[in-house]
């Protein structure tokens, strides 16, 4: 009766791992079909800052062949920034810095939608809008 019990455990066990495998495989298939590759050439995009905090709105046409976000915000010299292994992570925006203590952050929003990606990874697209936005409160 232990010997198909055992059995029993290892047809699971095989089972299991093999759902696991599949559903990595789904993942990998979707996330490799929806991510945006870059182009090459020139771009004309819209960038806005806004900052409450600061009564500070900003908006501007640039004209660029950067292919991510991170890449033309600091070529353009609009972003302090640490770098992580993560990649880059946006600490102030034209000189107003984000502060724990009052625990604000740069929010990226890309023609209207919170990106959902760091600026390393924003892909830059001719005629999108990019809004980065100082946020308070976590």
Do not use: H
């Not at 559903?23 to 020139?42: H, I, N, Q």
């Not at 302090?80 to 000189?95: A, C, K, W």
């Not at 502060?99 to 830059?124: K, L, R």
């Amino acid at each position: 009766m232990e010997k198909k019990s055992n059995s029993k455990k290892i047809v699971i066990g095989i089972a299991g791992v093999a759902v696991l495998i599949a559903l990595c495989a789904v993942m990998w298939f979707v996330y490799d079909s929806t991510r945006k590759e870059p182009v090459d050439g020139g771009k004309s995009i819209t960038v806005q800052v806004k900052s409450e905090r600061d009564s500070y709105s900003f908006e501007q046409v640039y004209e660029t062949d950067a292919e991510y976000l991170g890449d033309f915000l600091e070529k353009e010299n609009l972003i302090g920034f640490d770098t992580t292994e993560y990649g880059r992570y946006i600490t102030s925006v034209q000189g107003m810095e984000a502060n724990d203590e009052e625990q604000s952050w740069w929010c990226v929003t890309v023609d209207g939608e919170s990106a959902v990606a760091g600026i390393d990874e924003i892909v830059v697209e001719d005629g999108s809008v990019y809004l980065l936005e100082l946020k308070i409160g976590w």
